[in-house]
C-alpha cells in the first residue's frame, strides 16, 4: 500500500537529521473562516505535520487553554462536518502536509463512523487520534480507519507499562504519540532527560516514529525534547496565542494570523536546531 503523507513526512525528515514539528489548532476557533486561514499559514511557518481538534463540549484530556478553545469554537457554530469542510478546502492549495483529527469519539458516533470516514478520507485527513477509545474498542473505528487508509495514532503516557504497551502498539500507525506528562495538555513542562528515556524504551517494541505533547511551550524546549524524539508536538501555547489576539468580544482581529505565525517560526526554529 502506498504510504501515508505522514509515514513519508516523518521518512523525509529522518533523511535530513531533524524531528517534526507537530502543530495543533482547534477547528473554528474563534471562527471557521480564521482558523482555516490559520490552518492555511502553518506550513509555510514550519509545521511539518498539523493536528486539527476537533470542538467537543466534554474533552476530558485538555486543559483550560485548549477546552476554551473548544467552546470559543462551539459557540461559533463549529460542527464536525464544518471541521472536515475546513481539511477539504485545505487541500485545495497543499497536497502534501499531513493532516491529523484528534479529539474524541461521541461527535464521530453521533455523526456516523462509515460516513465519517468517508468524507474524511475525500477531504484529505491523513490520521485520526481519538483520545478516549481505547485498543479494546479497536473494532469501532480504529480497524475501519486504516482499511480506508487513514493512519490511528494512538496515546502512550509515562505510566503505560511493557504489557500494556505491546497493547497500546497494536494497529497504531502513522507515528506513537507519547504523552510526556502525568496531566492534562498544557499543565506542565516536559523533562528532556525522562522523555528521551521514555522514548527509546517505547522505539524498542515499534519500528514507528515516536513524537512527544502535552508539556512542550517554548523553542527551547522543542529544540531539548526534538533531540530525543521523532517529533515534538506543540498545542496549548498556540491556541493561547490565538486567544491572546483577540477582542473582548472573542472575535479575530489582525494580529491573530501573523501572531500564531510569528510562534510557529520560532518554535520550527528551535525543532530545527535539535537536528544539528
Do not use: W
Amino acid at each position: 500500500m502506498k504510504p501515508s503523507r505522514i509515514e513519508t513526512r516523518f521518512a523525509e525528515l529522518k533523511e535530513i537529521g531533524r524531528p517534526a514539528l507537530v502543530t495543533f489548532i482547534m477547528a473554528g476557533d474563534p471562527d471557521m473562516e480564521t482558523s482555516l486561514e490559520i490552518l492555511k499559514s502553518l506550513p509555510e511557518a514550519g509545521a511539518d505535520v498539523i493536528e486539527v481538534g476537533m470542538p467537543f463540549s466534554d474533552p476530558m484530556a485538555d486543559g483550560p487553554a485548549i477546552q476554551l478553545a473548544g467552546q470559543r469554537a462551539l459557540a461559533g457554530g463549529q460542527t464536525l462536518a464544518k471541521t472536515l469542510k475546513i481539511v477539504s478546502q485545505f487541500r485545495k492549495t497543499d497536497k502534501k502536509t499531513p493532516v491529523i483529527l484528534m479529539g474524541y469519539y461521541n461527535p464521530i458516533y453521533i455523526y456516523g463512523v462509515e460516513k465519517f470516514l468517508k468524507k474524511a478520507k475525500s477531504s484529505g485527513v491523513d490520521g485520526l487520534i481519538i483520545v478516549d477509545l481505547p485498543p479494546e474498542e479497536d473494532e469501532e473505528l480504529c480497524i475501519p480507519a486504516l482499511e480506508v487508509g487513514i493512519n490511528f495514532i494512538r496515546l502512550t503516557t509515562p505510566t503505560t507499562d511493557d504489557k500494556r504497551l505491546e497493547t497500546v502498539l497494536n494497529n497504531t500507525s502513522g507515528f506513537v504519540y507519547y504523552v510526556s506528562i502525568t496531566g492534562i495538555t498544557g499543565s506542565a513542562s516536559s523533562k528532556p532527560k525522562e522523555v528521551a528515556a521514555a522514548v527509546s524504551r517505547i522505539k524498542a517494541k515499534t519500528d514507528l516514529p515516536v513524537a512527544v505533547g502535552f508539556g512542550v511551550k517554548t523553542p527551547a524546549q522543542a529544540t531539548a525534547i526534538g533531540k530525543g524524539a521523532d517529533g515534538v508536538v506543540v498545542g496549548s501555547v498556540i491556541v493561547n496565542v490565538v486567544k491572546d489576539s483577540l477582542t473582548k468580544k472573542g472575535t479575530a482581529t489582525r494580529k491573530t494570523i501573523p501572531a500564531v505565525k510569528k510562534l510557529v517560526k520560532e518554535l520550527a526554529a528551535g525543532v530545527a536546531k535539535a537536528g544539528k
